[in-house]
């Protein structure tokens, strides 16, 4: 309890720095001030001087949020579209975030135009995730491997997947049992979800972690635990708030509870409030 109320007052702390956080610009006088001295003043000054200050209307999150709507809608892919993904990030959108942000746009704003803004989101986040993960790569014992995008929207926080290949197999050779190893970073977990059809297996090779079934209590885990997840049960497994966790990730097929049913069933997310009273028995 007492963590929770730390981290309480730390983020309004933090809220309240970003809220007073004065945006300063020059690229309208570096770029333009000999040549359109008037344009250069209303950038700088008035634009982000001004309107981009007024953060006790708007949030910088908000404001970033906002503009690079207005600059995807209108297919604007130059240095101004990667300038503002980048004070996007900074402002605190995150990977997960800027994805489904894009995915969203691309059904208002057009397809061709969300697939130029995730070229170049794709790098500007990508090199936010290599400086986290580089420190932590030596203690890892398998891969950290990508972004884990295509699930990202399940996630809360960020996840990294790495498929795992037997050597002695050719590239046209399928394994009987396919692996991959999943990262998850400091407080990310996945969704409540449910398998169908198959046992999934956890081994857990790295860092801390929880494994939780619905009505149970959540079990911690630690490099070498394995758990063995049964068909049809709603359950979540995820990193523990202040370390990375690894597992590797394996499944066995078994009879299906509920034929013609998904392979996996994704449910609502695990509660910040869930979880955090998770944190407090660490």
């Known amino acids: 309890m007492k963590r929770l109320k730390v981290f309480i007052i730390l983020t309004s702390i933090a809220l ?53 709507t207005s600059l995807i809608s209108q297919g604007i892919t130059d240095s101004s579209l990667s300038y503002h993904l980048k004070e996007a ?16 746009m691309a059904f208002y704003a057009g397809w061709p135009k969300a697939w130029a803004a995730f070229n170049q989101a794709k790098e500007i986040w990508a090199e936010e995730g290599e400086k986290r993960c580089e420190p932590h790569r030596s203690e ?31 590239e046209n050779e399928k394994t009987v049992l396919p692996m991959s190893n999943v990262t998850f970073e400091p407080g990310c977990r996945n969704n409540w979800h449910i398998h ?30 394995i758990i063995d997840i049964p068909e049809g049960v709603k359950h979540w497994h995820g990193a523990q708030k202040d370390s990375w966790f690894q597992h590797i990730a394996t499944h066995v097929e078994v009879e299906n509870s509920q034929p013609g049913s998904e392979a996996n069933e994704w449910l609502e997310p695990v509660s910040d409030e869930e979880y955090n009273k998770l944190a407090d028995k660490e």
């Open 16 to 68: 309240s720095i970003m809220a007073q956080q004065k945006i300063t610009q020059t690229a309208g006088r570096d770029k333009l001030g000999d040549f359109a001295p008037e344009f250069a003043h209303l950038n700088d000054d008035i634009l982000f001087g001004e309107v981009w200050n007024r953060n006790d209307l708007l949030s910088l999150r908000d404001r970033s949020l906002v503009t690079l």
């Open 140 to 170: 890892m014992s398998f891969p950290i491997g990508k972004p884990n995008t295509a699930y990202a929207k399940y996630f809360t926080g960020n996840s990294h997947l790495a498929p795992l290949t037997p050597k002695n197999l050719s």
């Open 89 to 104: 990030k900074k402002n605190g959108i995150t990977r997960s975030e800027i994805a489904e942000i894009i995915t969203h």
């Open 196 to 225: 169908h059809g198959a046992r999934q297996i956890l081994i857990c090779v790295a860092g801390k972690g929880w494994y939780q079934e619905w009505g149970k209590p959540a079990i911690e885990l630690k490099a070498g635990d």
